[in-house]
C-alpha cells in the first residue's frame, strides 16, 4: 500500500497541448497553455488554477522555398512550362492557376510578387476549319503566322489605363483546338518591348503546339 500511495502522489496533472501553424508547405506545432489529466480531475483543477510559466517562444527555422512546376495547376497549365517560358521570352515566372468556363480551359502564369506582366494561355474545342479560322477568328492588323498548326495569326493588344500593351498568338490546331497565347505588359510599356517579344511568344506557341499533340 505505501509503494501504491507513493505513486499516486508522484502522478500529477501534465500540462500538455500543442496548437498548429502551418508554414511554408511545413506543420509546425508550439506548447500552449493545457492539462492532460494524469491524477484525477482534482489534479487537473490544481494545475490548470497555478500553471507552469511556459518557456519563451523559439523563432521557427525559415521554411525552405520550394516550386511547384506549371503543370501541377491542372487544365490548359499542363501545356506550359516555367523554364520553357523563360527560355523562349526571357521572362521569369513561378505562380500558376488554372481555370475552365465551358469548353475554354485557361491557365495564367505570374511572378509571385506582381500581377504583370503575365501570360495566359486559352484552348478551347471548335469545329471550325482553317478557312473559317481565317475568315471569323483572326482579329483585325493581325500577321499571318507560318509553321503553326493549321492557320495562325499573331497580334498587338493595346493597353489601357489597367494593364499595358501585349501580344497574342491564335491558333486552329490540328486536333480541332483554338489556341490562344497572350502575353501582357505593365502599364507603360513601350511598342519596342513588344516587338522585342513577339518572335519568342510565337517560338513558344509552337512548344506548346507540340505539347499538345
Known amino acids: 500500500m505505501t509503494g501504491s500511495a ?3 502522489r508522484a502522478r500529477q496533472a501534465v ?4 496548437v498548429g501553424i502551418a508554414l511554408g508547405g511545413r506543420f509546425l506545432t508550439t506548447a500552449a497553455a493545457g492539462c492532460l489529466v494524469t491524477a484525477g480531475m482534482a489534479g487537473c483543477l490544481r494545475a490548470a488554477a497555478d500553471p507552469a510559466p511556459l518557456p519563451a517562444p523559439v523563432a521557427p527555422a525559415a ?3 520550394t516550386q511547384w512546376p506549371a503543370a501541377a495547376a ?3 497549365c499542363q501545356l506550359l512550362d516555367y523554364a520553357s517560358i523563360e527560355a523562349a521570352i526571357k521572362v521569369r515566372f513561378d505562380v500558376a492557376a488554372a481555370s475552365q468556363q465551358g469548353k475554354t480551359s485557361t ?3 505570374q511572378h509571385s510578387d506582381a500581377s504583370r ?3 495566359t494561355l486559352a484552348v478551347t474545342a471548335t469545329s471550325a476549319d482553317a478557312a473559317v479560322f481565317r475568315s471569323t477568328m483572326v482579329p483585325d492588323k493581325a500577321q499571318k503566322v507560318s509553321g503553326l498548326g493549321k492557320a495562325a495569326y499573331r497580334a498587338r493588344i493595346a493597353g489601357n489605363k489597367k494593364q499595358g500593351p501585349g501580344v497574342e ?3 486552329l490546331s490540328a486536333s480541332k483546338r483554338l489556341l490562344v497565347l497572350r502575353f501582357t505588359f505593365p502599364p507603360g510599356a513601350g511598342g519596342g ?3 522585342a517579344i513577339s518572335t519568342g511568344l510565337v517560338n513558344l506557341a509552337k512548344q506548346v503546339d507540340r505539347a499538345r499533340g
Open 169 to 171: 498568338v491564335g491558333w
Open 74 to 76: 491542372g487544365g490548359a
Open 117 to 119: 506582366p503575365d501570360l
Open 63 to 65: 521554411p525552405v522555398a
Open 107 to 109: 491557365c495564367v502564369v
Open 15 to 18: 500540462p500538455y497541448s500543442a
Open 193 to 195: 518591348e513588344v516587338d
Open 6 to 8: 507513493g505513486s499516486a
